[in-house]
């Protein structure tokens, strides 16, 4: 595969690719249910850590 057929490939197929791939995400993190656990994971950085490393 030569560079332009590569490049001709990535500007049309890897355009839709990453397209799809952007509206997964999307719907993935705005699905119903994911609120409580985007909440509980927002948490984390505010609970006390008690371990003594």
Known sequence: MDYSA????ADSWGLLYLFLLFVG?????FRPGSKKTAEEIAQIPLKEDNDDV
């Open 6 to 9: 590569f490049r001709q490939f």
């Open 25 to 29: 995400v999307i719907a993935f993190t």
